[in-house]
């Protein structure tokens, strides 16, 4: 489920204290704090998305080794339409042709 944030509305229209709520996308947006009661307007975040500025964990998780011992295999492009096996089991090159 993903997270959302949320933030108070004061009563001059600003925005108060942040917390986090875990929903199901299908939910409606929260209107009043959970504990509170007080009203409460659900906050944008940017989507954490795993890319070139990921973690080194999750750099770990998808190296050469761990897919290999995970039973996948993996392949690079060297040329045009041609890819060569770096993890895994498979022949050693494919090619689109």
Do not use: C, W
């Not at 939910?27 to 975040?45: C, F, I, K, N, Y």
């Not at 890319?51 to 392949?75: E, P, V, W």
């Not at 060297?78 to 890819?83: F, L």
Request: glycine share 10%.
């Amino acid at each position: 489920m993903p997270t959302y944030v949320y933030a108070v509305v004061k009563p001059d229209g600003s925005l108060g204290e942040h917390f986090e709520v875990s929903q199901k996308m299908s939910d409606s947006a929260l209107e009043r704090h959970p504990e509170t009661g007080a009203p409460v307007r659900r906050v944008p975040q940017i989507p954490m998305l795993g890319g070139q500025h990921s973690t080194a964990a999750d750099k770990r998780k998808i190296s050469d080794s761990n897919l290999d011992r995970m039973g996948f295999t993996k392949y690079q492009k060297v040329g045009d339409g041609k890819y060569e096996k770096t993890a895994g089991e498979g022949p050693k090159s494919i090619s689109r042709d």
